[in-house]
């Protein structure tokens, strides 16, 4: 039965609390006819999420009508009215709110949703924002509903029988669009999408938050094959991915061939998409953003952003200091729903600074008011501008050192300083310039050498652990051949040194074997640049497995390359005679023998000068 007019003193009472629909199902209009006809009312607790709205309801002159109290910060309404205490902001998983209604820990007095028409059946479709709604509907003494003719019918677990609503109001009115993400610091942003597509694999599952750089991520995902999405949220650039064939959820182990999601919000293009749509199932976040469903889908990646990050992995993502900004949201949720994916990897990405380029956004210590909404323990991945930091199974300063390598040059130097003030960094750990440029905008380069994958990057400082373990796995044999001796020992002093490289002027570059954040080097190559003749030595090892397979040739080529481009006019390498297999790869290189003074030693040399054979 659909009223005309509600009469809210009888439906109402001062003091009383009530939970409005969220996202792009605010019932705004139903809300506005309660702001003109409250008559005698008062003192009425709002509880919400974020929600697609002016929030008019939380401007001062209604602040003796309604008191807000909501879960997330959306908006510049609700977020000044928080931090001018007007209104309350109660941090809570998004996972957890429903617990928080049905165990009568915020008991609903009434909940004002947005619905579509009802079926023949009598039931009635939550559209575009099932997540806490559900709850609220089904725990509230009272439910008043907007019917809305334009809202979507969406399918999963998104209905609501009539017999289960209180009141109706039909008012026809357009949902609210959320307009695309603003392309501020475009080539920042775009380079982060870059290395966060990076992280994914084909037949991943995704999770993506909102903003910017999530949807720059997912534009640079349209080579990839057979995605899934189990996610909180969905956006338009996951309707384009769909519309290609990109998402199409045939590897999901969890709702296999379905999208699993519990709100969207995006374009008008979107809600039609998701109407009556059995591709695209509603859920509640209870069982959306539950951990253990969220690690039922394998190969779990979870894309979330940051205001800032510690060196040791504390993420930042709610506040500013002292001013709250936003709110958990679904980060941890899924966050440690990735971390117990089989294949799972939680992402956290961010610029390497602010706006203006002020300040960095990778901290040694988190600013005073700040709280930390993930642990350190659940991050497995920081992504910036500048490359991915892998912090899973690191120590502090492990952590330190990769999460500084992502920093902004700019700012490296005194994070390693301050870093020194409160973790056991040794004096001889050295955070040297570690970018090289010539290896292409991502910074390595993915190789695949018989059959198996490898990345060809620079040594990082971040690398000392695993270079001790590279030495320590060579027979005599090798240590033989390379170094004209058989050293003992790689102190932790001495591998911080052979890490600690001027990447602009000397070269260090090695080939790793990565499968999540499990790393292992395989081979090593360097040259050391000799000022007085523009020149450089150049030197290599590789993983006794690996030898024979072409590993050393190909960073050789990486090196001769790169030592080309910096204009170096030639490359020499000291070899002994008896290592046929390593003279092989430099004349295969175009590096000619010379006469040696060292017996049983061969020199090398490249004449890099243009016009040179």
């Given at each position: 039965?659909?009223?005309?007019?509600?009469?809210?003193?009888?439906?109402?009472?001062?003091?009383?609390?009530?939970?409005?629909?969220?996202?792009?199902?605010?019932?705004?209009?139903?809300?506005?006819?309660?702001?003109?006809?409250?008559?005698?009312?008062?003192?009425i607790e709002i509880v919400q999420l974020m929600t697609l709205s002016d929030n008019k309801w939380a401007e001062p002159q209604y602040q003796q009508l309604f008191k807000v109290n909501t879960f997330f910060i959306g908006g510049g309404t609700i977020r000044k009215a928080v931090n001018e205490g007007r209104a309350d902001y109660t941090p809570s998983f998004i996972s957890d709110i429903p617990n928080l209604f049905n165990n009568?820990?915020?008991?609903?007095?009434?909940?004002?949703?947005?619905?579509?028409?009802?079926?023949?059946?009598?039931?009635?479709?939550?559209?575009?924002?099932?997540?806490?709604?559900?709850?609220?509907?089904?725990?509230?003494?009272?439910?008043?509903?907007?019917?809305?003719?334009?809202?979507?019918?969406?399918?999963?677990?998104?209905?609501?029988?009539?017999?289960?609503?209180?009141?109706?109001?039909?008012?026809?009115?357009?949902?609210?669009?959320?307009?695309p993400p603003e392309h501020d610091n475009s080539k920042i942003i775009e380079r982060i999408g870059q290395y966060i597509s990076l992280l994914v694999e084909d037949g991943a599952t995704l999770q993506v938050g909102i903003g910017n750089i999530?949807?720059?991520?997912?534009?640079?995902?349209?080579?990839?094959?057979?995605?899934?999405?189990?996610?909180?949220?969905?956006?338009?650039?996951?309707?384009?991915?769909?519309?290609?064939?990109?998402?199409?959820?045939?590897?999901?182990?969890?709702?296999?061939?379905?999208?699993?999601?519990?709100?969207?919000?995006?374009?008008?293009?979107?809600?039609?998409?998701?109407?009556?749509?059995?591709?695209?199932?509603?859920?509640?976040?209870?069982?959306?953003?539950?951990?253990?469903?969220v690690a039922r889908n394998d190969k779990l990646v979870a894309i979330n952003s940051a205001i800032e990050v510690d060196l040791t992995g504390q993420i930042v993502s709610d506040s500013i200091g002292h001013q709250f900004y936003s709110g958990i949201g679904g980060q941890v949720d899924f966050s440690r729903g990735a971390s117990l994916s089989k294949g799972g990897k939680p992402v956290i990405a961010l610029p390497s600074t602010t706006n203006d380029g002020k300040v960095s956004r990778i901290v040694p210590f988190i600013r005073e008011g700040a709280g930390v909404v993930t642990t350190r323990g659940h991050v497995h991945y920081v992504v910036t501008e500048f490359g991915v930091a892998s912090l899973r199974g690191k120590s502090i300063r492990e952590r330190a050192m990769e999460l500084i390598r992502v920093a902004h040059p700019k700012f490296r130097s005194h994070l390693l300083q301050e870093v020194r003030k409160h973790y056991w960094v040794p004096h001889y750990q050295q955070q040297t310039p570690v970018d090289v440029p010539e290896l292409g905008d991502i910074g390595f380069k993915k190789l695949k050498i018989n059959g198996e994958n490898f990345d060809l990057r620079p040594l990082y400082p971040?690398?000392?652990?695993?270079?001790?373990?590279?030495?320590?796995?060579?027979?005599?044999?090798?240590?033989?051949?390379?170094?004209?001796?058989?050293?003992?020992?790689?102190?932790?002093?001495?591998?911080?040194?052979?890490?600690?490289v001027d990447q602009s002027k000397d070269l260090a570059l090695c080939i790793v074997h990565q499968k999540g954040s499990a790393v292992q080097i395989q081979a090593v190559g360097r040259y050391y640049y000799i000022e007085s003749q523009?020149?450089?030595?150049?030197?290599?090892?590789?993983?006794?497995?690996?030898?024979?397979?072409?590993?050393?040739?190909?960073?050789l080529d990486e090196m001769i390359r790169i030592a080309r481009e910096r204009g170096l006019d030639s490359m020499q390498a000291y070899v002994l005679a008896a290592n046929k297999p390593m003279l092989s790869v430099f004349e295969r290189g175009g590096f000619k023998r010379l006469p040696s003074e060292e017996p049983g030693e061969v020199l090398l040399k490249l004449d890099l000068k243009e016009g040179s054979e």
């Open positions: 039965m659909t009223e005309t007019k509600i009469n809210w003193s009888n439906v109402l009472k001062s003091g009383q609390r009530i939970f409005i629909g969220s996202h792009a199902a605010v019932p705004t209009a139903l809300i506005d006819d309660l702001i003109e006809n409250s008559k005698d009312l008062h003192d009568g820990i915020l008991p609903l007095d009434a909940a004002l949703i947005m619905v579509a028409p009802g079926d023949k059946y009598g039931y009635h479709s939550m559209g575009v924002s099932v997540d806490v709604v559900a709850a609220a509907a089904k725990s509230a003494k009272t439910v008043i509903a907007q019917v809305n003719p334009q809202m979507p019918v969406t399918y999963g677990q998104s209905f609501l029988h009539e017999n289960q609503i209180n009141y109706f109001w039909e008012h026809s009115s357009p949902l609210p669009e959320l307009a999530c949807a720059a991520a997912l534009r640079y995902l349209s080579n990839h094959k057979d995605l899934g999405i189990h996610s909180e949220l969905i956006t338009d650039d996951i309707m384009h991915l769909m519309l290609k064939g990109v998402i199409n959820n045939r590897k999901k182990t969890f709702h296999p061939n379905k999208i699993v999601t519990s709100f969207c919000m995006g374009s008008k293009a979107l809600y039609d998409f998701v109407d009556h749509n059995p591709h695209v199932g509603f859920y509640p976040s209870e069982y959306v953003n539950s951990p253990a469903n971040s690398d000392e652990r695993r270079l001790q373990e590279f030495f320590y796995s060579h027979t005599k044999e090798t240590l033989q051949l390379r170094y004209n001796a058989v050293p003992t020992s790689m102190s932790r002093e001495k591998s911080c040194n052979l890490v600690s523009n020149s450089c030595e150049v030197a290599f090892v590789t993983r006794e497995k690996y030898q024979g397979r072409g590993m050393a040739g190909k960073l």
